[in-house]
């Protein structure tokens, strides 16, 4: 998607995506080959639920964050634009989720949860950023037959 979207264009020459976690970025993201606005996928966490039935289920919590700079953090009205900005980049990317999830063509987004998506405005003092920070789910089924091949008797 970093490569897609025409705000974003992540190339080989012009970074625009990498992955780090949310403290990294609220600390101030210190690379010199960051291109912005920035799409940051972070690490996930993932818990089970068992229904007491046969079907058990992966909850897989993550986030991505979309992030630009500002140069003056208490200019309101350039950090409400940058917001503005990094929102409508935000739907377009939920829109493609949901576009590839219907299609079926993309198999890492068939179990993402689009009504478990929340988003965060975030301005970080240290770099100079202001950017959105969306949370998500992909659950999914996983089998819970004991496999024999991978079990010494």
Same mark, same amino acid.
């Given at each position: 998607?970093?490569?897609?979207?025409?705000?974003?264009?992540?190339?080989?020459?012009?970074?625009?995506?990498?992955?780090?976690?949310?403290?990294? +970025?609220?600390?101030?993201?210190?690379?010199? #080959? +960051?291109?912005?606005?920035? *799409?940051?996928?972070?690490?996930?966490?993932? #818990?089970?639920?068992?229904?007491?039935?046969?079907? *058990?289920?992966?909850?897989?919590?993550?986030?991505?964050? %979309?992030?630009?700079?500002?140069?003056?953090?208490?200019?309101?009205?350039?950090?409400?634009?940058?917001? #503005?900005?990094?929102?409508?980049?935000?739907?377009?990317?939920?829109?493609?989720?949901?576009?590839?999830?219907?299609?079926? %063509?993309?198999?890492? +987004?068939?179990?993402?949860?689009?009504?478990?998506?929340?988003?965060?405005?975030?301005?970080? =003092?240290?770099?100079?950023? =202001?950017?959105?920070?969306?949370?998500?789910?992909?659950?999914?089924?996983?089998?819970?037959? +004991?496999?024999?091949?991978?079990?010494?008797?």
């Amino acid at each position: 998607m970093a490569e897609h979207h025409v705000q974003i264009c992540h190339s080989e020459t012009e970074k625009h995506f990498f992955r780090f976690e949310v403290d990294e +970025v609220l600390a101030g993201i210190n690379r010199t #080959d +960051v291109t912005y606005p920035l *799409l940051v996928l972070e690490g996930y966490s993932f #818990d089970f639920t068992d229904q007491k039935s046969d079907n *058990l289920i992966k909850n897989r919590s993550g986030a991505f964050i %979309l992030l630009d700079q500002i140069t003056d953090q208490t200019d309101y009205g350039q950090v409400h634009r940058v917001w #503005d900005t990094l929102e409508q980049i935000g739907d377009d990317i939920l829109a493609r989720i949901r576009s590839d999830k219907q299609s079926r %063509l993309v198999p890492v +987004v068939r179990d993402f949860n689009l009504d478990s998506v929340q988003a965060s405005l975030l301005i970080n =003092a240290f770099g100079s950023n =202001a950017g959105i920070r969306y949370t998500f789910t992909i659950s999914s089924p996983q089998p819970a037959e +004991v496999d024999p091949e991978k079990w010494l008797e």
